[in-house]
C-alpha cells in the first residue's frame, strides 16, 4: 500500500510539473472564442483601432496567370521595395497539395503538385494575388513546395529571397533575387541564384527562416525525427515527438558566401540552440537584439539574446500563450506608443485547438464548424509598468483566461476566431 501510494504521488508530481493538465485541457476543449474579434494598438499612425478585419478576395491578377487557387499558404513576409516609397508589398509561401505532400505532420502520399509564392499589394483599393515568376529555376529540382519565406534588402545587391523547399528527396534552401519586371501590369519575377544543401537540411526538418545579414541567417528544425527519414519507426518516432512534446528540435545559424556562377562556397552550419519542443516560427527584433522562437507543443514563445559578434543564442525568457504558436513577425514600429515598445515586441498567430488543427492536417471533418481549427493572433510586447490586473480583459475571450500570465512581458489579442472567418488557421502574422 504504501508503495503504491508513492508511485501515486510520484506520478502525480511529475503531470503536474510536466504541464500535462494544461496540454490536455488544451488539447480536449476548445476554447469559446467568437466567430471573429479583432483589435489593434492605437498610434499616430493608426489613430484608431478598425472595428473588425476586412474580408479580402485574392483572386489571381486577370490576364496574367489563371491557375492554382490561393490555398494552404504557410507563411509571409513583408517586402519593403526599393523605389516604392513606404508602400509595402507582401510575399505568400502557398501551396494547394500541402493535404497530400505535409512533410510536419503529414501525409506524404503525393509531391507531384507544385507550390507557389504569390504577391499582393495591401495598398489597393482591390488587391489581386500576383502569381511569382521563378526564372532560370533548373530543371534538376523536380518539385518546388515552398515552406517558410523571408525577404532580405541587400543594399546595391537587390533584395534577396530565401525559401524554404520541401522536395519530394530532400529539403532545401532556395535563394532567389527579387524583382519586379517593367511591364504595363505589375509582373514579379525570383530569379533563381543557387540552392543551399547540407545534410542537416536536408535530412532535417527545416521550417521557418530569419534573415541577419546577406550572409546569415537562423533556421528552426520542427523536429528531431522527421517524417521524411527512412525507417520502419520513424513515422511513429514523429508522431510520439509531436504529441508527447518532447524537447528535441533545434535552431540553426547558417552562415554562406554570396552567390559566385550559382554556387555557395564555405557553407557552415551551427546548431545554436537545442532541446526545445516543435521550433516553429523565427522573427528577429528590430535592433536584432533577440530571436523570437515559436515552441508549438509547449504553447510557449521563446526570447533568446543574440551575441552581436558571434551570433550565438542565449536563453533569456519564456511566455506562455493560449493556443499553439505557428507564425511569429516583428511587431510595426508605427505602433510604438507609451502604452507598446514594439522595438522588440513581436506577433505571433497560431493553433487554439490541436485536435481541430490535426483533422485539418489529415483531410478529416467532423461537420461544418470543425472544417477549420480556428486562429488566434496575439501582440507580445514588453511590460512597461508592473501588473496590476489580468492581461486582455477587452479580448472576447481574453488570452489570461488560458496562459499563465508572465511578469515581465504582456499578452494582447489582435484577432481571434473559431474557425468560420478564416480558413485552415495556417495564418502568418505581419507588420505592414
Not at 35 to 60: C, D, G, M, V
Not at 301 to 323: A, C, G, Q, R
Request: glycine share 6%.
Amino acid at each position: 500500500m504504501l508503495r503504491t501510494s508513492i508511485i501515486a504521488i510520484g506520478l502525480a508530481y511529475f503531470f503536474a510539473r510536466s504541464g500535462f493538465p494544461s496540454f490536455a485541457l488544451q488539447t480536449l476543449i476548445p476554447p469559446p472564442l467568437p466567430t471573429s474579434y479583432s483589435s489593434f494598438p492605437s498610434s499616430s499612425a493608426f489613430p484608431s483601432s478598425p472595428p473588425a478585419i476586412q474580408s479580402i478576395n485574392l483572386a489571381p491578377t486577370p490576364g496574367i496567370w489563371a491557375p492554382l487557387p490561393l490555398k494552404y499558404c504557410e507563411d509571409a513576409t513583408t517586402w519593403d521595395v526599393s523605389g516604392r516609397g513606404s508602400n509595402k508589398l507582401v510575399v505568400l509561401s502557398c501551396d494547394p497539395g500541402r493535404k497530400e505532400w505535409n512533410t510536419v505532420m503529414g501525409p506524404m502520399k503525393d509531391a507531384a503538385p507544385k507550390g507557389q509564392l504569390w504577391v499582393v499589394d495591401p495598398s489597393l483599393d482591390e488587391p489581386h494575388a500576383i502569381p511569382v515568376g521563378l526564372k532560370n529555376f533548373p530543371g534538376t529540382i523536380s518539385d518546388f513546395h515552398p515552406m517558410g519565406i523571408e525577404v532580405f534588402h541587400h543594399m546595391g545587391k537587390g533584395d534577396i529571397l530565401y525559401v524554404v523547399n520541401h522536395q519530394k528527396d530532400r529539403s532545401t534552401v532556395e535563394v532567389f533575387e527579387l524583382t519586379i519586371a517593367k511591364s504595363k501590369v505589375m509582373r514579379v519575377v525570383a530569379i533563381y541564384l543557387t540552392t543551399l544543401s547540407h545534410p542537416s537540411i536536408s535530412t532535417g526538418a527545416p521550417n521557418s527562416i530569419a534573415v541577419i545579414s546577406p550572409t546569415q541567417f537562423y533556421l528552426s528544425h520542427d523536429h528531431h525525427f522527421s517524417r521524411r527519414s527512412t525507417g520502419f519507426f520513424n513515422a511513429w518516432l514523429n508522431r510520439v515527438e509531436t504529441l508527447a512534446a518532447l524537447p528535441l528540435s533545434k535552431i540553426d545559424l547558417i552562415t554562406h558566401s554570396l552567390p559566385k556562377a550559382k554556387t555557395f562556397s564555405d557553407i557552415s552550419i551551427t546548431a545554436v540552440a537545442s532541446g526545445l519542443a516543435f521550433a516553429n516560427g523565427l522573427a528577429l527584433s528590430h535592433d536584432h537584439s533577440t530571436l523570437a522562437v515559436a515552441s508549438t507543443t509547449h504553447r510557449k514563445i521563446l526570447f533568446y539574446t543574440i551575441d552581436p559578434s558571434s551570433h550565438s543564442l542565449t536563453l533569456k525568457e519564456k511566455v506562455s500563450v493560449p493556443y499553439y504558436p505557428d507564425n511569429l513577425s516583428v511587431a510595426p514600429l508605427e505602433w510604438n506608443s507609451d502604452e507598446f515598445d514594439t522595438t522588440t515586441s513581436f506577433i505571433s498567430a497560431g493553433h487554439p485547438h490541436f485536435f481541430s488543427l490535426a483533422a485539418v492536417a489529415a483531410g478529416k471533418s467532423r461537420g461544418a464548424k470543425d472544417t477549420h481549427p480556428g486562429s488566434w493572433v496575439t501582440l507580445v510586447s514588453p511590460r512597461k509598468t508592473n501588473v496590476t490586473e489580468a492581461d486582455d480583459l477587452g479580448a472576447t475571450f481574453p488570452t489570461s483566461a488560458r496562459a499563465t500570465q508572465s511578469g515581465k512581458w504582456e499578452l494582447r489579442t489582435l484577432f481571434q476566431s473559431d474557425g468560420n472567418r478564416i480558413g485552415e488557421g495556417e495564418e502568418k502574422a505581419f507588420g505592414s
